[in-house]
C-alpha cells in the first residue's frame, strides 16, 4: 500500500541543537501534516500544509511542503526536552480520504 | 471542550475474551476514526465513519473485529474473541467532514492480550 517514508527514525540531539526531519512518498499529496505524539498520548497536529512549495511555522517549528509534492520537512530550532516525542507525517491519499501516516521520527533531546 | 475521550485507557484481557473499545468524539465532529499503532506497522487506520455511517472497513484486519458508531456521540470498535497479536494501541479521532485534516485524537486505549 501506500507509504510515507520519514527519516531519520531516530535521532539524539542536545538541547539547544536545531533538528530537521523529512517525509518522501513515491505519489504526489496535495496535503501535508506535521502531528507530535507524547509518551502515552494520541498525536496531536502541529502544522498544516495545503499548498507546493508553502513555508509554515509554529513557534521553533518549521515545516515546507515540497515543490515537487513528494516530500515534506519539519525543523525545530533550538530544541528543548519537551520537544521529545515522536514527530509524524501524514496526509490523504486522494480529496477526502482519510490520513495516512509515516512511521515517525523518534525524537531524544539530552539536556 | 473536553476532546475525543477514550476509555478503557488500559485494558489486559486473556485470549479468547471480547473487548469493547469506546469512543466519544468532539461535538460538532461528523467523521470518526479508528487507528491501531504498533512498533512494527506504525498508525493504521481500521475503519472511520461519515455520520455515523460507515464508509470504508476496508482496515480492519480480520471478522473478529467490528464497529458500530450507533449515534454522533459514542462509537466502539469490538474484538472477540481476542488474540495476543491484537495486542496493540487503539486510537480514536474525529474531525470536521470535508475540513482541513485537523483530527484530534483520543489518548488511546492500550490492549494487552495474554
Known amino acids: 500500500g501506500q507509504q510515507l517514508n520519514q527519516s531519520p527514525q531516530s535521532m539524539f540531539i542536545q538541547e539547544g541543537e536545531d533538528v530537521s526531519m523529512n517525509c518522501t512518498s513515491s505519489s504526489i499529496f496535495n496535503t501535508w501534516l506535521w502531528y507530535k505524539q507524547d509518551p502515552g498520548e494520541g498525536p496531536v497536529l502541529l502544522i498544516a500544509l495545503y499548498k507546493a512549495g508553502e513555508l509554515t511555522s509554529n513557534g521553533r517549528l518549521t515545516a515546507q511542503f515540497g515543490i515537487t509534492r513528494k516530500d515534506s520537512f519539519l525543523n525545530i530550532s533550538a530544541s528543548i526536552p519537551s520537544d521529545v516525542g515522536i514527530y509524524f507525517c501524514?496526509?490523504?491519499?486522494?480529496?477526502?480520504?482519510?490520513?495516512?501516516f509515516g512511521k515517525g521520527t523518534r525524537l531524544s533531546v539530552i539536556a | 471542550d473536553a476532546g475525543v475521550i477514550q476509555s478503557p485507557r488500559h485494558e489486559v484481557t486473556e485470549m479468547g475474551q471480547e473487548v469493547t473499545l469506546r469512543c466519544k468524539p468532539i461535538?460538532?465532529?461528523?467523521?470518526l476514526f479508528w487507528y491501531r499503532q504498533t512498533m512494527m506497522r506504525g498508525l493504521e487506520l481500521l475503519i472511520y465513519?461519515?455520520?455515523?455511517?460507515?464508509?470504508?472497513d476496508s482496515g480492519m484486519p480480520e471478522d473478529r473485529f467490528s464497529a458500530k458508531m450507533p449515534n454522533a456521540s459514542f462509537s466502539t470498535l469490538k474484538i472477540q474473541p481476542s488474540e495476543p497479536r491484537d495486542s496493540a494501541v487503539y486510537f480514536c479521532a474525529s474531525s470536521r467532514f470535508g475540513g482541513n485534516y485537523g483530527y484530534t485524537f483520543g489518548s488511546g486505549t492500550r490492549l494487552t492480550v495474554v
Open positions: 461535538s460538532g465532529h461528523n467523521s
Open positions: 465513519f461519515n455520520n455515523n455511517v460507515p464508509i470504508d
Open positions: 501524514a496526509g490523504p491519499l486522494s480529496g477526502n480520504t482519510p490520513l495516512v
